[in-house]
């Protein structure tokens, strides 16, 4: 029996039974509440000196920024995940700007979740998209970062966001391709 982080394990599935399979070097990113990560090179689970290792939520994108959880401001996971999401959208509402969201949530901000928002993305409602786009940017940037500094053979994204990839999918990828040092495209 092996006790491990989360995104560690997830990391170490998918090199073993899912996506990684045949990869000598992969990255995991799971978003749900915060932002986790796992990584995997020459078939070994990199877990840093003190088991810290890829921590990717906490990398200080904007300095004076949102305060995190874990004490700092402006990390990466308060700018990515379903909690920014509704952080946006629930802003933009409560400003006045029309959305199928109100309808979904019976006029309650606080009733609003991201599957709402994802439905209501699906019906081309123009505060859930692009609230997800600024998320997706966000996503986008951030993952580009890990490919500049790890160089890995695959990169696997995980998590509650996978429900909003068609939408996320192409914006990773085309910010991945514009911010990632050649030949990442």
């Not at 560690?8 to 995991?28: K, M, P």
């Not at 978003?31 to 986790?36: A, C, E, K, R, Y």
């Not at 606080?110 to 609230?131: C, G, H, P, W, Y």
């Not at 085309?174 to 040092?181: K, Q, T, V």
Request: aromatic residues 4%; proline residues 3%.
């Amino acid at each position: 029996v092996v006790v491990e982080n989360d995104a560690n394990a997830a990391a170490w599935g998918e090199y073993r039974f899912g996506s990684g399979q045949g990869s000598a070097s992969l990255i995991v990113v799971t978003v749900g509440t915060g932002i986790g990560g796992g990584i995997i090179y020459r078939d070994r689970l990199i877990r840093g000196a003190h088991g810290m290792a890829a921590e990717f939520g906490h990398l200080v994108r904007v300095p004076e920024g949102r305060l995190c959880g874990c004490g700092k401001r402006g990390c990466w996971e308060t700018q990515v995940g379903p909690r920014a999401v509704l952080r946006r959208v629930r802003a933009t509402v409560a400003s006045g700007v029309p959305s199928v969201l109100c309808d979904l949530a019976d006029g309650d901000l606080e009733r609003i979740t991201f599957e709402s928002v994802v439905q209501a993305a699906d019906q081309n409602d123009a505060v859930a998209l692009r609230a997800l786009q600024e998320v997706g940017v966000n996503l986008g940037v951030g993952v580009a970062n890990l490919v500049n500094i790890f160089n890995p053979e695959l990169i696997v994204l995980g998590g509650a966001l996978n429900q909003a990839s068609a939408i996320l999918l192409p914006i990773v990828e085309r910010l991945i391709c514009e911010n990632a040092l050649k030949p990442a495209c």
